[in-house]
């Protein structure tokens, strides 16, 4: 995994009049590295219906389609994984409701700081997620900002621990830092920075070019060892 | 599947510092006819150790434990069953999360209207909530008062179309009103009138002899046919 890790949060699209489908699908068609959709307020028959309706364009594009906390609606909805976090479902738990069927879960797991990060390892997911690196208005109750530093000698300490389990840098990340972020992390979760400003057909393509520029920005920058 | 129905609602008992363990076990010492825990606000691994602490005491008393919402929590936590609501998993979805497992889960349908019963009849339930039949304080949002009246009415339709299936009425249900229930519906939900007045001993005493009071109400009168 490696780039734009973009994240559809229903809810603020919601409250903006916007379509999430079709933000997906400007998204999807960057080619992201992965593709999480968060869902949290509508009933889990309304974003089951939105995962399975996403889940044939992601395969599509051969982009890997996480949903947010529940495993459920990941098995019913033919999505590669489940994205928790530290209040969620443990990431083996997870993983043991997948057992027996033809398809696993991918599994990533959100931490915040040093000792989450060591107890993450614990868990074995199959990415880690880790922020917020800068601040960030999309997530209420958010923890506090982790900083660059931190980044770098975390990412640093799980590749000693875990050589190529991926790190997705997650929290107030965009252009103006997408590479500095690159040069630590794997991939970089966007919220906020792909948002479309207005609902035309031009705002939905600047929504596809600015996913390009994210992930080309954060590919483009040689990470460190 | 015939008396009380009981309810631990967590956040409500969080609210007033109740241990809701504690109340699960005072109401279990009544021997209802099943309990389920609504758990919605502390994250998913708060409320599947909960569960988890819950099932073999159901267990031991002969008592279905049903998880609310989420089948995930139910399948990891050795739950009998899930209720759902109008906006959460689908009944035959729920079922096929629990295909090629040793257990199966029972899945509960919440209805609000003779529409609602209508298409949960097809839906094909284990057993069929419909409420609120009097005001409610313990949900917020709560959909129109069915009443008494339209209980009996419904609960003669499903009788007619699916002979056997139990009924759960729900909503303001309590001493002075259970009897008259139990004549239509199979069960009663009950939130609030189980609620203890304070933490001793003797208040949890309370609680399991309500819970009995209940229960032998609704068992004690002849259902309609």
New interface residues.
């Given amino acids: 995994m490696r780039g734009l890790y973009a994240i559809i949060d229903v809810e603020t699209l919601d409250r903006r009049g916007l379509d999430p489908l079709r933000f997906a699908e400007s998204v999807l068609e960057a080619g992201p590295a992965a593709l999480q959709v968060r869902d949290k307020v509508?009933?889990?028959?309304?974003a089951?219906a939105r995962l399975r309706s996403l889940a044939p364009l992601s395969a599509r594009r051969g982009v890997p389609l996480f949903a947010n906390?529940?495993?459920?609606?990941a098995?019913?909805s033919g999505c590669d994984g489940v994205h928790v976090?530290?209040?969620?479902?443990?990431v083996a738990?997870v993983r043991?409701?997948a057992a027996?069927?033809e398809r696993k879960l991918r599994v990533g797991l959100s931490t915040h700081d040093e000792a989450q990060v060591k107890r993450a390892l614990e868990e074995a997911p199959d990415y880690l997620a880790l922020g917020p690196i800068f601040a960030t208005s999309t997530k209420e109750n958010a923890s506090p900002v982790v900083g660059l530093d931190a980044l770098a000698r975390l990412a640093a300490l799980v590749r000693a621990a875990r050589p190529g389990l991926p790190i997705v840098a997650i929290g107030g990340i965009g252009m103006e830092n997408a590479a500095r972020v690159g040069e630590h992390a794997d991939a970089a979760a966007v919220i906020a920075a792909l948002l479309p400003e207005g609902n035309g057909a031009d705002a939905w393509s600047r929504v596809t070019d600015r996913a390009a520029a994210l992930h080309a920005a954060i590919c483009g920058v040689r990470r460190a060892e």
């Fill in positions: 509508g009933g889990a028959r309304r089951l906390d529940r495993p459920d609606l098995l019913l976090g530290q209040d969620d479902l443990p738990l043991s409701l027996g069927r």
